[in-house]
């Protein structure tokens, strides 16, 4: 029984699940479908409640399941939670693998993962730096955390793809 139409699906799902509310809806409201209808597959049939618990499920056997360098790139990345992806940053920083300082590390970390979504001079690629260092290095040096954080959430993509698989919630490309 597939659940799931493909990894990017589970993820924008799990990552949002406290978006999903149990309240009853207008009848307008239970008509509406915006985008690609959620029922597939297996999912066909499933109430919201049954949706919300199968989610729920679905995160927390990711969690468990994910070693710990995917499960915090993709919380960084794609989490509604504030405080989850804040906690996700500051695991990540120390981690990233390149050669600049504390202080770029953290303004870069943060910057991939919570894009524009805060004061514009956060972005600045000079005030992550207090050093001095040539704008060429700096430019290096983000371009090299880039590829790193985005290798490390395609890795994280294909072990979640892999988890669920497994479980039987997404059919495989293969099959």
Not at 113 to 118: D, F, K, S, T, V
Not at 149 to 156: H, I, Q, S
Request: aromatic fraction near 8%; charged fraction near 25%.
């Amino acid at each position: 029984m597939t659940v799931y139409r493909d990894v990017g699906h589970v993820i924008a799902r799990v990552m949002s699940i406290e978006t999903i509310d149990g309240t009853k809806k207008a009848g307008w409201q239970q008509r509406y479908q915006a985008g690609f209808p959620e029922a597939r597959s297996g999912g066909e049939g499933l109430s919201e409640q049954e949706r919300l618990t199968q989610d729920s499920m679905t995160r927390a056997a990711l969690r468990r399941e994910l070693p710990t360098m995917a499960w915090n790139v993709l919380v960084a990345k794609y989490s509604i939670n504030d405080v989850e992806v804040a906690a996700a940053i500051h695991w990540l920083i120390p981690r990233v693998v390149c050669p600049a300082h504390h202080l770029f590390r953290m303004k870069c970390v943060t910057a991939w993962a919570i894009p524009r979504r805060m004061p514009e001079g956060f972005y600045v690629l000079h005030t992550w730096d207090a050093d001095g260092t040539p704008e060429g290095t700096l430019r290096r040096w983000r371009s090299v955390m880039k590829r790193w954080l985005e290798a490390r959430v395609n890795d994280a993509f294909g072990m979640a793809e892999q988890v669920l698989v497994e479980r039987g919630l997404i059919e495989s490309e293969a099959a």
